[in-house]
């Protein structure tokens, strides 16, 4: 669609912004953009302040860096945690589905991305430091890596063992598998292949 | 996902006002909102901006009711347009669409909606008695109808056309027929049965 035959000079500057995000191309962002003109002014006000009060007023956890609205957030502060856990993962979307497991009662340490070359991420960018600098401070019984099964992750999984080899801490990577519910016949070759290597004794 | 989960009340704040947006989930919206944090505050500003300038300072061409930063919108203060013809669509996109084939010289009417009983939408919400009143100001020879070819639209042509007859204006409503490049074989049968009816003489 040609630019220029934007009716008005707002609308193409909204659509232009809004297209900037991630997965969203000029279609949609028309589409999102004419269906703000039709809500009220309260309402559109609401979306873009909370948009501003995010980006301006959001704090990250010191411990876990994990998003938060307070210096320690509520994990690392919540005294029934076991503190000599920590979870290590990519982002607060994994912290949110570990949490929603109900299973895990340790703390976690955010990365803040993966090791990945290819978009110039490296251990520098994330919070790799500070995790070595956690487990030397002591009191941590194990470290539990919880990255995704990809190169990225398998990368940053490595990155960090060598760096926390000797400290003497317990690290351990989640299991991998077959997914629940996943049938075998449509299970790729790799993840069968680590699922039958890494079998274990049969429990009822 | 439970919405305690989210580790801020900004952040939760944020994902629930984006995800108000059409077409965007809790998933989504977190997505869009953890890019966001990622991103400069100069450029967030930005967005938050341009959707609250674009609600606040927004206005409709007094003539033609689409989109436009003037009273006047540009398509109807453009002295090399044809007054005389006026192009009836549902949308700002709709005019868009069909500035883009560049075969369209007229002017236009915006309706802002069709007719849908099952939205709440009635003629009353349209701006169809400001079209009326167009006409019946004189110097239009012709109304092209350019409604979407659904229940909707053919409803709201109708009653249009019903409002229209007694002006003597002439009423025509765009072809329907087989797009362009559809495949005949996955053709409905309504689109053919109408292209069939409404065949016309072979021109080379």
Redesign the interface.
């Known amino acids: 669609?040609?630019q220029s035959?934007?009716?008005?000079?707002?609308?193409q500057?909204?659509v232009?912004?809004?297209s900037?995000?991630?997965?969203i191309g000029s279609k949609?962002a028309?589409?999102?953009?004419?269906?703000?003109?039709k809500?009220d002014?309260v309402?559109?006000?609401?979306?873009?302040?909370?948009?501003?009060?995010?980006?301006?007023?959001?704090t990250y956890c010191k411990v876990c860096h994990?998003?938060?609205?307070t210096d320690i957030?509520?994990?690392c502060s919540n005294s029934a945690r076991d503190k000599a856990t920590i979870c290590v993962v990519e982002?607060?979307?994994d912290?949110?589905a570990i949490?929603?497991t109900l299973q895990y009662k340790g703390v976690y340490h955010v990365l803040g991305g993966v090791i990945s070359p290819m978009d110039g991420i490296g251990p520098a960018d994330l919070e790799i430091e500070s995790l070595v600098e956690r487990v030397k401070q002591g009191g941590i019984d194990e470290v539990i890596l919880a990255l995704s099964p990809t190169m990225e992750g398998d990368t940053t999984n490595f990155f960090i063992y060598r760096k926390l080899q000797d400290t003497g801490v317990k690290i351990s990577v989640i299991a991998r598998g077959v997914a629940q519910n996943d049938e075998l016949q449509y299970t790729d070759e790799v993840t069968l292949g680590r699922a039958l290597a890494g079998r274990v004794p049969f429990k009822m």
Do not use: F
């Open positions: 669609m040609n035959q934007y009716p008005s000079a707002l609308l500057k909204a232009t912004e809004i900037r995000l991630p997965g949609t028309l589409r999102l953009a004419l269906h703000l003109l809500q002014v309402e559109v006000d609401a979306l873009a302040d909370s948009i501003k009060e995010l980006r301006h007023n959001i994990n998003i938060s609205d957030c509520e994990i982002n607060v979307r912290v949110m949490e929603g």
